[in-house]
């Protein structure tokens, strides 16, 4: 693209266009990839293709992903220094069909074949069916990040792999928007169960379970759930994960049943929850190794032990729900963190020390209502763009400075000042919010108080505030996305109450007992180091308690190692681009198009033009 006369937006559309029209996804910007998502099967990713690209240098065969990774592999052999390629885009682009792509290439490419090559293969079905689901916008959306290092020994073969995962989306489990779905593995398991399992687990159809049902949509046109469903169990297998395979999809009935229990207020007692199918109970309990009169205690009461005596506290049926889909929640994310360590354990050599990373990350995200879930979703883009800008904008720049090269200065955007926006202390936005969690009763509005009063003023961040909600609007790269501020402290925290923790550490399945092991560091009111103390105003006055690892500081410390690893590495940049809304194949819309590539390609096109 680089080689255009005429470079503007018009003439990048109309280049992109052509060659998308004609079946042609890929094209080079410098040695950036940018990879339409074409919405049908193409014939480019056999094994001779495969063969075409081995060996070949960039530019000298046709635009591929096959020749971005081919270019990894062999720099990795040559310079022994290990490679990254960064897929970025928006949701529905095709960065994780990308992701696939370079894991099909780099198994190619191993000089010996073993086992390893296809466990890794087979991981990512699994990953898939875990941590992927249908959103309005994508049907086959990665609702968690993961950086894929691919290990190689020094003959160039592969010899393992780790995965490492990011913010998987727990509220997807218990809610989701209409014209979306929770998890793809819940539609396979209830389709592809045999008939046993189905009379085991007393299984119906998606629609006869509350997390399932409270969306319209329950299958995607097209999609074999059971055929899924066999893929899954398929890859287990070969992953050797034996008895626990039984243990996983026991959990899961577990969580489909315990959204089925329906609790009311108990007659005569004042708002008191009570549960009113308590057989849905009788029947989770022995699945997770736990007492089922415990069971139902806890999710209509609060046990709390205070200087040795046991206080229980009755909960309303709104904090009996809350508690429900809590625990659902836990058990969900702690197991799918228990398969993401199990396959590391499978998979990771620890002989190697080279290694070509793939990062699949979750795309830019501004949807009607935005939460908790986007704020941290879109800091991880920004994070990247300003990795992104660092590797292609300021340390080439700086090359050419430093070789005495003439060249005319190219502007861009510095991203840096939104990200110190949401996470520089003490006034960023993820440092208010841990503060305000770190207080028992802290609330979602005094959030919003502490950001209009800390940020508003100091760094004119745009604020609004209705009468039916608290949102906050914050200008991205990619644009300005407005976040309901409503929910944000719960999700920020990030626990589940300490009784029902132990109580399921417990448990007498192994399995999920291994789940919970350790779980007092997690819980509300676990020992740390620090304290803090309120000193803005608060209808209850200063307070100190112990600090809590919170959700936001977690992520933005792992984004922080992610990045420090990447700089590490010699970088790739494949950008995905979402052709248009309706997921049609042949399709290309040139606004929807421009906007994605105005985030960064057209500054990008000068400087590999001059270069």
Known sequence: MVTLSDLNESSLFHNLSLRYKRGDIYTYTGNILVAL???????????????????????????????????????????????????????????????????????????????????????????????????????????????????????????????????????????????????????????????????????????????????????????????????????????????????????????????????????????????????????????????????????????????????????TTAQAIDTRDALAKTLYSRMFSWIVSYINDTTTSKDSSLSVGVLDIFGFEDFETNSFEQLCINLANEKLQSFFNLQIFKLEQEEYQRESIPWQSIDFVDNQPCIDLLCKKPIGLLSLLDEESNFPKGTDNYVWVNIWYKVTILLRLWCCKTSNFTSVAQRHFAGTVSYVIDGFLDKNRDTLRQDLLDLLASSDVSFVADLFRGATSDAEGAPSSGTVSRKMPSSSGTVRVKKTPTLGAQFNQSLGELVTTLSGCNPYFIRCVKPNKAKSAALIESQMVLDQLRCFTNRTFCLTCFA
């Open 37 to 315: 998502n074409p919405y049908r099967a193409l014939p480019i990713y056999d094994m001779e293709c495969v063969r075409r690209y081995k060996g070949q240098s960039l530019g000298e065969l046709p635009p591929h992903i096959f020749a971005l990774a081919n270019e990894a592999y062999d720099n990795l052999l040559k310079t022994r220094r290990n490679q990254c390629c960064v897929i970025s885009g928006e949701s529905g682009s095709g960065k994780t069909e990308s992701t696939k792509l370079i894991l099909q290439y780099l198994a190619a490419m191993s000089t010996k074949q073993s086992l390893v090559q296809e466990q890794i293969l087979d991981a990512s079905p699994i990953l898939e069916a875990f941590g992927n689901a249908k959103t309005v916008r994508n049907d086959n959306s990665s609702r968690f990040g993961k950086f894929i290092q691919v290990q190689f020994s020094g003959d160039g073969s592969i010899c393992g792999a780790r995965t490492l995962e990011y913010l998987l989306e727990k509220s997807r489990i218990t809610s989701t928007s209409n014209g979306e779905r929770s998890y793809h593995v819940f539609y396979s398991f209830l389709a592809g169960a045999s008939a046993d399992e189905k009379e085991l687990y007393k299984l119906g159809p998606p629609s006869s379970y509350h997390y399932l049902s409270r969306s319209t949509c329950v299958s995607i046109p097209g999609v074999d759930e059971c055929a899924d469903y066999r893929q899954i169990k398929d890859a287990m297998h070969t992953l050797k994960f034996g008895d626990q395979e039984k243990y996983i999809f026991r959990v899961l009935a577990s969580i489909l049943h315990l959204g089925n229990v329906q609790v009311q207020n108990a007659p005569e007692k004042d708002e008191q929850a009570e549960i009113v199918n308590s057989e849905v109970v009788d029947c989770i309990a022995p699945w997770i190794g736990v007492d089922k009169e415990k069971l139902k205690t806890l999710l209509t009461s609060r046990s709390q032990v205070t200087r040795g005596e046991l206080f229980v506290t009755p909960l």
